[in-house]
């Protein structure tokens, strides 16, 4: 059965950090671009972060960039979301969704989805 699943939500002060995971089953990682999106609520989903499988090159968003890094190990079958210097505005429900080899902008160009974890940045 084909899966994504994300992990390591929470709720976290201002400041801190979360580790997001999201791992594969029923097909290898290999050959698919995995990005991360989240949507707060009212708000509509927004693309966050992105990372190829052809030379893993990287992408963010710029409301991310110098705090997010996101990482892949394939020996593992998962993608990571580090997220440093959380802000209250990064509280959402983040995803992880895949298509294969190179990353896009468009969220519809992603044919696959996990349910979600959510990120609360609160004091």
């Known amino acids: 059965q084909l899966q994504l699943v994300e992990s390591g939500g929470g709720l976290v002060q201002p400041g801190g950090s979360l580790r997001l995971s999201c791992a594969a089953s029923?097909?290898?990682?290999?050959?698919?671009?995995i990005g991360w999106f989240r949507q707060a609520p009212g708000k509509e989903r927004e693309g966050v972060s992105c990372?190829?499988?052809?030379?893993?090159?990287?992408y963010y968003v710029d409301s991310v960039k110098g705090r997010f890094t996101i990482s892949r190990d394939n020996a593992k079958n998962t993608v990571y979301l580090q997220m440093n210097s959380l802000k209250p505005e990064d509280t959402a429900v983040y995803y992880c969704?895949?298509?294969?080899?190179?990353?896009?902008?468009?969220?519809?160009?992603?044919?696959?989805w996990g349910q979600g974890t959510q990120v609360t940045v609160s004091s």
């Open positions: 969704a895949r298509r294969m080899a190179t990353c896009r902008r468009s969220q519809g160009a992603y044919g696959y």
């Open positions: 029923g097909f290898t990682l290999d050959y698919f671009a």
């Open positions: 990372i190829s499988s052809s030379d893993g090159s990287t």
